[in-house]
């Protein structure tokens, strides 16, 4: 085996042991497109057109992807969702 190959086989590795979680908003017939909005926009640091689009998918597909990443970055930001009186939950 190569020193590339290794070197490779080590980043694959590295990869596949990162534990990405997501925070999943789901659908309801309570919020406003703007407060969706809004509310990414503040919590999930999303630009206004990102923010959009999720709550476009979110009407349509019945939930979206809002946010990925490691559980205690995810965590402090779920519970923002829900105090504003969204629908997520992280997976």
Same mark, same amino acid.
């Given at each position: 085996m190569s020193t590339r190959e290794k070197?490779? +086989?080590? =980043?694959? =590795? +590295? +990869?596949?042991?990162?534990?990405e979680h997501e925070i999943v908003l789901f659908n309801d017939d309570v919020n406003t497109f703007d407060h969706v909005i /809004? /509310?990414?926009?503040?919590? $999930?640091?999303?630009?206004? +057109?990102?923010?959009?689009? $999720? #709550?476009?998918? =979110?009407?349509?597909? *019945?939930? $979206?992807? =809002?946010?990925? *990443?490691?559980? #205690?970055?995810?965590?402090p930001r779920c519970s923002k969702l829900l105090q504003a009186g969204l629908s997520a939950e992280i997976v």
């Open positions: 070197e490779l +086989e080590d =980043v694959l =590795v +590295e +990869e596949e042991t990162t534990n /809004t /509310t990414l926009i503040n919590v $999930c640091e999303h630009t206004p +057109e990102q923010a959009e689009q $999720c #709550s476009i998918i =979110v009407h349509y597909k *019945g939930k $979206c992807t =809002v946010k990925t *990443g490691e559980y #205690s970055f995810l965590e």
